[in-house]
Nanobody, 121 residues
Framework: QVQVVESGGGLVQTGGSLRLSCVVS????????MGWYRQTPGKQRELVAT???????TYGDSENGRFTISRDFAKKTVYLQMITLQPEDTAVYFC???????????????WGQGTQVTVSS
């Protein structure tokens, strides 16, 4: 059973910073890529950032150089450092993990439950 658990969300003032963490657990699961997405009510979930198993990163259009994704391979953890937060960054942030299970070539995708980030004006 693969579990994905986020933490680090909360309430912050405009211009503030937060660091989100996401830990993956589960035996026999090899992680390929990890990432963060966010969603606000009535809108589709959008890409924030991803990092693959080579350390290559991609970012969505909204972060404007303010977010940094990083990954600790040994700890099966991905981080999202966010600075200069704005009210429009308010959303539920979801961790996304892609990987394979022992003996199988199919790539599975798992999501965490999400962590709320609220930026007050």
């Amino acid at each position: 059973q693969v579990q994905v658990v986020e933490s680090g969300g909360g309430l912050v003032q405009t211009g503030g910073s937060l660091r989100l963490s996401c830990v993956v657990s589960g035996d026999g699961f090899t992680i390929n890529a990890m990432g963060w997405y966010r969603q606000t009510p009535g809108k589709q979930r959008e890409l924030v950032a991803t990092v693959n198993d080579y350390g290559s990163t991609t970012y969505g259009d909204s972060e404007n150089g303010r977010f940094t994704i990083s990954r600790d391979f040994a700890k099966k953890t991905v981080y999202l450092q966010m600075i200069t937060l704005q009210p429009e960054d308010t959303a539920v942030y979801f961790c996304n993990v892609k990987g394979t299970k022992r003996g199988r070539s199919y790539e599975y995708t798992y999501w965490g439950q999400g962590t709320q980030v609220t930026v007050s004006s």
